[in-house]
């Protein structure tokens, strides 16, 4: 299964924790050559060295995704010491519930929109621009539940999340003729460092009454998703928004 992948090259930004951590593992575990971006670059270089030291292949890379300038270096080097950016999961972002719309900072609501929206696009535009001269592509963003819906205190990330949605449909307007196929992936609650933020009433709540499977989803369900979005298995898959939520969208 997914043999496709083998020696494909993939750009996960967000890799040294969360989803794009179990991205990044389980995609190297079906041959990719998974370039790791993050930030941190502590954390980053122990993804990357918990792939090598398995048998993949994996190399790190120092990425702020707000910032144009970087992203645009980083992607290039990416593409000149590997031949190709076959492959992208847009994973980076951050969380932060602070209350009601009239009380939100100007400073939180700008670096809401440079991290998980911007740092999107930034993105997608160096993917793209190597993929057309490849003549193919795949790439899946990480939108959320509150891409889909209203969040009570945290309009600002709702607002961010509903953009990735829009330019990943757009995108996939647009590249879907070059063969390049972009998608998104919505999860629900999931067991990363965004639900520390989720008050525990809250989340006991939504566990109990709004999941219908009963259980906090785990990293790794969502990384299975976005491997069968890379795949070759959704090959007629373009501009979609998966949500990976345990039911929680079903009623």
Same mark, same amino acid.
């Given at each position: ?29 079906? *041959?990719?050559?998974? @370039? +790791? ?5 502590? $954390?980053?270089?122990?993804?990357? #060295?918990? %792939? ?40 980076? *972002?951050?969380?932060? @519930? +602070? ?5 939100? $900072?100007?400073?939180?609501?700008? #670096?809401? %929109? ?138």
């Amino acid at each position: 299964m997914n043999e496709n992948l083998k020696n494909k090259v993939v750009v996960i930004t967000g890799a040294a924790s969360g989803i794009g951590k179990a991205t990044a593992i389980l995609l190297a575990k079906y *041959g990719a050559k998974v @370039m +790791v971006t993050d930030i941190n670059k502590k $954390e980053g270089l122990l993804t990357t #060295k918990i %792939i090598n030291d398995s048998g993949g292949f994996a190399s790190f890379y120092n990425l702020d995704t707000s910032s144009k300038e970087e992203t645009v270096i980083v992607l290039e080097s990416i593409y000149k010491e590997h031949g190709a950016i076959d492959l992208a999961v847009n994973n980076a *972002g951050i969380g932060g @519930m +602070v209350g009601p719309l009239h009380t939100i $900072e100007s400073s939180i609501w700008e #670096k809401m %929109i440079a991290v998980c929206l911007s740092g999107v696009f930034y993105s997608m535009q160096e993917e793209i621009k190597y993929m057309l001269i490849q003549g193919n592509g795949r790439i899946v963003n990480i939108s959320s539940l509150a891409g889909l819906n209203g969040v009570l205190a945290g309009s600002h990330y709702s607002a961010a999340k509903h953009g990735v949605i829009g330019i990943t449909k757009s995108a996939a307007l647009e590249y879907g003729k070059y063969n390049i196929r972009v998608n998104s992936v919505c999860p629900g609650f999931v067991q990363t460092a965004i639900i520390d933020d989720v008050p525990e009433k809250v989340l006991n709540y939504t566990k109990n009454t709004r999941i219908p499977m009963k259980r906090i989803g785990t990293t790794e369900e969502v990384a299975e998703s976005i491997l069968w979005l890379l795949s070759d298995r959704s090959s007629y898959i373009n501009g979609e928004s998966l949500a990976v939520d345990g039911g929680f969208q079903a009623g």
